[in-house]
């Protein structure tokens, strides 16, 4: 089974940038799709960005369209999520997910592993 991990979480004010990192259990993402999503108490979790590599597609929420960038290589195990121009709305937990499948879908029901996530909390 396919395990994720995500890192690199933190306090950040507001205007400041983080990077995320979702590192896999396997060796390579490239017959994956991966997405992140965020989730705040008493909401769904959010789509937040999604990559796939065949072919090499990527799609982002409106919210944060311009100020998100998902990247990864395809023969490695780690996707990244730099985020800029961070907002107090932008706070959340932020998880990654993998889809045994390369179509990009932003509903957390087309996602078959799921890891723990990592807080960020932008500050005003």
């Known amino acids: 089974q396919l395990q994720l991990v995500e890192s690199g979480g933190g306090l950040v004010q507001a205007g400041g940038s983080l990077t995320l990192s979702c590192t896999a259990s396997?060796?390579?993402?490239?017959?994956?799709?991966i997405g992140w999503f965020r989730r705040v108490p008493g909401k769904d979790r959010e789509f937040v960005a999604a990559?796939?590599?065949?072919?090499?597609?990527?799609d982002y929420a409106d919210s944060v369209k311009g100020r998100f960038t998902i990247s990864g290589d395809s023969a490695g195990n780690t996707v990244y999520l730099q985020m800029s121009s961070l907002k107090p709305e932008d706070t959340a937990v932020y998880c990654c997910?993998?889809?045994?499948?390369?179509?990009?879908?932003?509903?957390?029901?087309?996602?078959?592993?799921w890891g723990q996530g990592t807080q960020v909390t932008v500050s005003s």
């Open positions: 997910a993998a889809r045994n499948s390369y179509a990009l879908v932003s509903t957390q029901r087309g996602y078959d592993y």
């Open positions: 396997e060796r390579t993402f490239s017959r994956y799709a």
């Open positions: 990559i796939s590599w065949s072919p090499a597609v990527t």
